[in-house]
């Protein structure tokens, strides 16, 4: 593995009430790496550190940034960070390098959407395009790290997954390394290899996206990367018929609700949420009750139909 | 007249000032509000104009005025009060502009959604005198504690901070011969009354200072708040009372500093041959700006330190603030009892007294300016512009220096103007503190003044209030050329 981008050693920063970060230590490596963690976890704190924003109260933050692009860092803080007297056009070319073509700029709005906009200044943008433009200002300024604080924050849904493929195909253009924090699990899972999961300030969990998603330690991290099964050795021999040394995590698409007349297990409820389904189930047998989370092929559980409950694809993702 | 109907004839006056203020400052701020960006910034740059205009040019410019009303002293009352009321409307508009508050306008209007739920306005009110326990619900949501945590705070913030500008004003009432606490203190003092009996005639003054600040303190500090408050929404104001409120802006303009400033050009024009005369005061002009920047710097300097306090520590720089709060008379004859104690009246007669009082003074402008260029610096901009500055090629560097210039630079540098401005166009602590080889400008056009209008003193004003803005100009001219 190559040298860190950052090393955090006991990193806390103070907050009102309680610490906003609090003993962080961990190391940055070079690639993508998330900052995952509800509201109010610390995920902006980190990245504020990160950048120099701010200052660790306790702890050191050691900067390990190669040198070897025009800028160590740039960013894309939460708020935009836009220069309100500058139009959409101008923020990029400020920070273009010299050596950028001159037409980077108007592409880079346009693959953002934003060519329209090019003359606008911020206070004339939508909420939306002024995250849109913060983004195309980081990807226009060649740094070797780009930090990106919830970047497509209030973007329609549907057009996220466009504008990632513009960020992912930028970072692979110049070789920057990116860390972004987000709230959102499928955007850790299409985006990252690395992840930072933040709870209350606290480090829950830091390591690849692969094993946090098919390896959790425990509930608290399964839950990180969205909604699964926990399940202790008894609960797994109970229900899935499989002998568990500890207990872990099945994820919605490695559980199969099947229908099985002589099955002792009875549907009590069954909620369709599209790719994922909520079922509550009774085990006749021994009178206990249960909610399972699993990929439904269609909406076809109903109360009073008798399931078999099966493991599908195993802890690498692959079918068993 | 006696100190006690002064001091009664300066309460009722700076209550009424206040008053109007705030009432005018409600006005203008929702006038402004209504009005597209790039109007309401040319708006909001005529209304504070006048505040800024120094008050020994308007005092000067009327002076005429108001010795031909001498034989009908309500009269000249009414156009003291109504000079200072143009004055300090700004301030009031500006404290109800930015004062925090605890609430934001959505919360406040949430609240007054369930108008209906809580009764009419006077039942909503009565809970505040029937229910005991603080806990009540109906208590918390009373109207009278809602309004004193949203709008009501700014509005007692800002009639505390006029009332106290007004009732310590001293050049202006000197000038326009008007009977005031202030002018009998001053020159009282000036014909050589014991400091011990000023201090005894300034005492009510101060006293009442101090409970005024007290209140606005108390005001301010004991509620929770959200921090700076931003740009309102727009108003619905009417077009015929957006038009008054535009008059009024355009009157006082005309009144506070046009007029003033076209007296003094016009004599001027009159005096130019004169102009190498002047010449004969630049000692004093030379006085006058090295008083200027030192306390500038001194209070600038403060500030800096103070914004980066928290608890206790912040606690002492708000104590700090007091005595400049009081007013220039009050805090002169205070410092020149200090400087007569044992142990410092070694610096008696020599510039520090001064440079201490004029620090003190301005200490509490720098702080609240400090505290708006920070709030409303855009810090995530700031340091995203700083980023790059860090960057090995130097386009982008150069490009990271300008915007931070343009975000925090300007600001900063024009908060150090105005506090030199203040501290360069300071009388009353200066005609108090100055030392006897070192008296300013402003003391000797002061006492120039006394003997009416001539065109030689005119260009003497000319030249004495071009200088903060000759030498504002030089300054930028130089760092034009050093950044190349």
Same mark, same amino acid.
């Given at each position: 593995?190559s040298?860190?981008?950052?090393?955090?050693?006991?990193?806390?920063?103070?907050?009102?009430?309680?610490?906003?970060?609090?003993?962080?230590?961990?190391?940055?490596?070079p690639g993508?790496?998330?900052?995952?963690?509800?509201?109010?976890?610390?995920?902006?704190?980190?990245?504020?550190?990160?950048?120099?924003?701010?200052?660790?109260d306790?702890?050191?933050?050691?900067?390990?940034?190669?040198?070897?692009?025009?800028?160590?860092?740039y960013?894309?803080?939460?708020?935009?960070?836009?220069?309100?007297?500058l139009?959409?056009?101008?923020?990029?070319?400020?920070?273009?390098?010299?050596?950028?073509?001159?037409?980077?700029?108007?592409?880079?709005?346009?693959?953002?959407?934003?060519?329209?906009?090019?003359?606008?200044?911020?206070d004339?943008?939508?909420?939306?395009?002024?995250?849109?433009l913060?983004v195309?200002?980081?990807?226009?300024?060649d740094?070797?790290?780009?930090?990106?604080?919830?970047?497509?924050?209030?973007v329609?849904?549907?057009?996220i997954?466009?504008?990632?493929?513009?960020?992912?195909?930028?970072?692979?253009?110049?070789?920057?390394?990116?860390?972004?924090?987000?709230h959102a699990?499928?955007?850790?899972?299409?985006e990252?290899?690395?992840?930072v999961?933040?709870?209350?300030?606290?480090?829950?969990?830091?390591?690849?996206?692969?094993?946090?998603?098919?390896?959790p330690?425990?509930r608290?991290?399964?839950?990180?990367?969205?909604?699964?099964?926990w399940?202790?050795?008894?609960?797994?021999?109970?229900?899935?018929g499989?002998?568990?040394?500890?207990?872990?995590?099945?994820?919605?698409?490695?559980?199969?609700?099947?229908?099985?007349?002589?099955?002792?297990?009875?549907?009590?409820?069954?909620?369709?949420?599209?790719?994922?389904?909520?079922?509550?189930?009774l085990?006749?047998?021994?009178?206990?009750?249960?909610?399972?989370?699993?990929?439904?092929?269609?909406?076809?559980?109903?109360?009073?139909?008798?399931?078999?409950?099966?493991?599908?694809?195993?802890?690498?993702?692959?079918?068993? | 007249?006696?100190?006690?109907?002064?001091y009664?004839?300066?309460?009722?006056?700076?209550?009424?000032?206040?008053?109007?203020?705030?009432?005018?400052?409600?006005a203008?701020?929702?006038?402004?509000?209504?009005?597209?960006?790039?109007?309401?910034?040319?708006?909001?740059?005529?209304?504070?104009?006048?505040?800024?205009?120094?008050?020994?040019?308007?005092?000067?410019?009327?002076?005429?005025?108001?010795?031909?009303?001498?034989h009908?002293?309500?009269?000249?009352?009414?156009?003291?009060?109504?000079?200072?009321?143009l004055?300090?409307?700004?301030?009031?508009?500006?404290i109800?502009?930015?004062?925090?508050?605890?609430?934001?306008?959505?919360?406040?209007?949430?609240?007054?959604?369930?108008?209906?739920?809580?009764?009419?306005?006077?039942?909503?009110?009565?809970?505040?005198?029937?229910?005991?326990?603080?806990?009540?619900?109906?208590?918390?949501?009373?109207?009278?504690?809602?309004?004193?945590?949203s709008?009501?705070?700014?509005?007692?913030?800002?009639?505390v901070?006029?009332?106290?500008?007004?009732?310590?004003?001293?050049?202006?009432?000197?000038?326009?011969?008007?009977?005031?606490?202030?002018?009998?203190?001053?020159?009282?003092?000036?014909?050589?009354?014991?400091?011990?009996?000023?201090?005894?005639?300034a005492?009510?003054?101060?006293?009442?200072?101090?409970?005024?600040?007290?209140?606005?303190l108390?005001?301010?500090?004991?509620?929770?708040?959200?921090?700076?408050?931003?740009?309102?929404?727009?108003s619905?104001?009417?077009?015929?009372?957006?038009?008054?409120?535009?008059?009024?802006?355009?009157a006082a303009?005309?009144?506070?500093?046009?007029?003033?400033?076209?007296?003094?050009?016009?004599?001027?024009?009159?005096?130019?041959?004169?102009?190498?005369?002047?010449?004969?005061?630049?000692?004093?002009?030379?006085?006058?700006?090295?008083?200027?920047?030192?306390?500038a710097?001194?209070?600038?300097?403060?500030?800096?330190?103070?914004?980066?306090?928290?608890?206790c520590r912040?606690?002492?720089?708000? *104590? &700090?603030?007091?005595p400049? /709060?009081?007013? @220039? =008379? %009050? $805090?002169?004859? #205070?410092?020149? !009892? +200090?400087?007569?104690?044992?142990?410092?009246?070694a610096?008696?007669?020599?510039?520090?007294?001064?440079?201490? *009082? &004029?620090?003190?003074?301005? /200490?509490?402008? @720098? =702080? %609240? $300016?400090?505290? #708006?260029?920070? !709030? +409303?610096?855009?810090?995530?901009?700031?340091?995203?512009?700083?980023?790059l500055?860090?960057?090995?090629e130097?386009? &982008?560097?150069?490009?990271?220096?300008?915007?931070?210039?343009? $975000?925090?630079g300007?600001?900063?540098?024009?908060?150090?103007?105005?506090?030199?401005?203040?501290g360069?166009?300071?009388?009353?602590?200066s005609?108090?503190?100055?030392?006897?080889?070192?008296?300013?400008?402003?003391?000797? $056009?002061?006492?120039?003044?006394?003997?009416?209008?001539?065109?030689?003193?005119?260009?003497?004003?000319?030249?004495?209030?071009?200088?903060?803005f000759l030498?504002?100009?030089?300054?930028?001219?130089?760092?034009?050329?050093?950044?190349?």
């Open positions: 593995m040298s860190p981008l950052w090393k955090l050693d006991n990193a806390s920063l103070a907050g009102s009430g309680m610490p906003r970060l609090d003993g962080v230590s961990l190391e940055i490596q993508v790496t998330a900052v995952l963690g509800c509201s109010g976890a610390g995920k902006t704190s980190l990245l504020n550190l990160l950048v120099g924003y701010e200052r660790p306790e702890g050191n933050v050691v900067s390990q940034v190669p040198r070897n692009h025009a800028l160590p860092v960013w894309v803080p939460q708020g935009g960070g836009l220069w309100p007297h139009t959409a056009e101008e923020h990029l070319r400020l920070v273009m390098s010299p050596k950028a073509e001159r037409g980077g700029a108007l592409s880079m709005l346009d693959s953002l959407d934003l060519v329209e906009k090019a003359t606008s200044r911020p004339e943008l939508s909420a939306g395009e002024r995250a849109r913060s195309a200002r980081a990807l226009m300024a740094a070797a790290v780009l930090v990106m604080d919830e970047p497509f924050a209030n329609d849904l549907a057009r997954g466009r504008y990632w493929a513009v960020v992912r195909r930028r970072i692979a253009e110049t070789g920057a390394s990116l860390v972004f924090a987000t699990p499928e955007a850790v899972l299409a990252a290899e690395r992840v999961c933040l709870s209350e300030g606290r480090l829950l969990y830091e390591g690849t996206v692969a094993d946090l998603y098919w390896r330690r425990t608290e991290e399964a839950d990180c990367l969205g909604e699964s099964n399940l202790s050795p008894d609960e797994a021999r109970l229900w899935l499989r002998e568990e040394d500890a207990p872990r995590c099945f994820r919605p698409e490695q559980v199969e609700v099947a229908p099985a007349d002589a099955s002792s297990i009875v549907v009590q409820s069954s909620r369709f949420k599209g790719s994922v389904a909520e079922v509550e189930v085990h006749e047998g021994v009178g206990k009750r249960r909610r399972f989370v699993h990929r439904p092929v269609a909406d076809g559980l109903k109360a009073g139909m008798r399931v078999v409950l099966r493991v599908l694809v195993g802890e690498d993702g692959r079918c068993q | 007249m006696t100190l006690g109907q002064d009664a004839c300066a309460l009722a006056r700076a209550f009424g000032i206040a008053a109007g203020a705030v009432l005018m400052g409600v203008v701020r929702a006038a402004i509000a209504s009005c597209p960006r790039r109007l309401a910034r040319l708006l909001w740059l005529v209304h504070i104009v006048p505040f800024l205009t120094p008050v020994l040019l308007v005092g000067y410019a009327w002076s005429r005025y108001a010795s031909s009303l001498i009908y002293p309500a009269w000249n009352q009414a156009l003291y009060t109504l000079l200072v009321w004055r300090l409307t700004p301030v009031a508009t500006l109800l502009h930015f004062a925090p508050s605890a609430m934001s306008p959505e919360a406040t209007w949430c609240h007054k959604l369930l108008g209906k739920r809580m009764g009419g306005c006077v039942d909503g009110w009565m809970n505040v005198g029937e229910r005991q326990s603080s806990n009540h619900p109906f208590l918390q949501s009373s109207p009278l504690l809602f309004w004193l945590h709008s009501g705070r700014a509005f007692a913030v800002a009639f901070v006029v009332f106290l500008l007004a009732f310590g004003e001293f050049e202006m009432a000197s000038l326009l011969c008007i009977p005031s606490w202030t002018v009998t203190l001053f020159d009282a003092q000036a014909g050589g009354l014991a400091l011990g009996e000023s201090l005894r005639m005492a009510p003054g101060l006293l009442i200072g101090v409970a005024l600040l007290g209140l606005g108390w005001l301010l500090f004991t509620a929770p708040t959200r921090g700076i408050r931003p740009a309102p929404a727009r619905a104001m009417g077009r015929a009372a957006r038009s008054l409120v535009g008059l009024y802006l355009l303009l005309a009144v506070a500093t046009l007029l003033p400033a076209w007296l003094v050009l016009e004599g001027a024009a009159r005096g130019l041959g004169l102009l190498p005369e002047t010449l004969a005061l630049a000692k004093e002009v030379m006085a006058s700006v090295v008083f200027g920047l030192a306390a710097a001194c209070a600038y300097w403060l500030s800096v330190i103070g914004c980066r306090l928290s608890g912040c606690a002492i720089a708000a *104590a &700090l603030c007091i400049g /709060l009081l007013g @220039a =008379l %009050v $805090l002169a004859l #205070l410092i020149l !009892a +200090l400087f007569q104690l044992p142990g410092l009246r610096a008696y007669d020599t510039p520090i007294p001064l440079v201490v *009082a &004029l620090t003190l003074l301005l /200490l509490p402008f @720098a =702080l %609240v $300016l400090r505290m #708006l260029v920070s !709030a +409303l610096r855009p810090g995530e901009a700031s340091h995203a512009a700083r980023l500055t860090a960057s090995s130097s386009k &982008l560097a150069r490009g990271g220096r300008r915007v931070l210039w343009h $975000l925090e300007q600001g900063k540098l024009a908060v150090a103007f105005l506090l030199f401005c203040w360069y166009f300071d009388l009353t602590a005609a108090i503190l100055a030392p006897s080889q070192m008296a300013p400008v402003i003391y000797r $056009l002061y006492n120039f003044m006394h003997y009416g209008q001539t065109a030689a003193l005119s260009t003497m004003v000319l030249v004495c209030f071009a200088v903060p030498l504002c100009g030089l300054f930028f001219a130089s760092f034009r050329v050093l950044r190349g």
